[in-house]
């Protein structure tokens, strides 16, 4: 009997989940989300398995990017750029990061895209005015770029908290495994010790393009 109903809170948690991110994806392409959520079911199965064996982000297959990231590479060409001599972030840094992270955040005022500028979803640098989720990620890949570290070990994932609903962040990559860096906290935290799942992230082989990760 328990385990009939730990099946049935699973089941239910993964179909609202399911629901989540499809409704995150609603300004993406009618086919590619209707594959999209085709497929979330399936590599739901796989996830726990992942998310337990790896300090990595595994990305599952190619996905077409959000809709305000469209544009984001002709924007911002060091957003989506590749390096050959880029530093990498190693586990050491991580104090250093995190004083990023925590500068960004209490610069930068949150303000929703819909109040700034006029619609539901724009990827740019912070304002004067202030910025989203996606925007406080712009603005911490661009100054770790800036001191020297390889652009394709930054990248920006979009996720979904469980009460929050949709979001996006920044992934750092480290021999160590992936860490977060996130508006809504001063902490600097390996992905799976966050409360989000990942829905979908930059290629680290070439940030130009779009990965699925569905792990969380």
């Known amino acids: 009997m328990t385990i009939a109903i730990e099946s049935n809170e699973a089941n239910a948690e993964e179909t609202r989940l399911t629901a989540v991110i499809c409704s995150s994806m609603r300004f993406v392409k009618a086919a590619v989300r209707i594959t999209a959520c085709a497929i979330v079911p399936m590599l739901f199965a796989t996830q726990s398995v992942n998310a337990d064996t790896s300090n990595r982000i595994q990305p599952k297959r190619q996905m077409a990017a959000p809709s305000g990231a469209v544009e984001l590479c002709s924007r911002y060409a060091w957003a989506c750029a590749t390096s050959s001599g880029g530093a990498k972030i ?35 640098l912070p304002t004067r ?26 990248l920006i994932a979009t996720v979904v908290h469980k009460k929050l609903g949709p979001h996006a962040v920044l992934v750092i990559r480290t021999e160590q495994g992936d860490y977060v860096l996130d508006n809504l906290t001063n902490r600097v935290l390996l992905w799976k010790e966050t409360n989000y799942f990942f829905v979908q992230m930059q290629n680290p082989q070439n940030p130009k393009q779009w990965v699925g990760v569905f792990l969380g």
């Open 129 to 154: 005015t202030g910025g989203d989720c996606e925007d406080y990620a712009l603005a911490k890949k661009l100054k770790l770029v800036q001191m020297g570290y390889a652009p394709e070990e930054l």
């Open 90 to 124: 190693s586990s050491l840094q991580i104090p250093a990061v995190q004083k990023i992270n925590r500068r960004i955040n209490q610069s930068v005022r949150s303000v929703p895209d819909q109040r700034q500028y006029r619609t539901k979803d724009v990827w740019a």
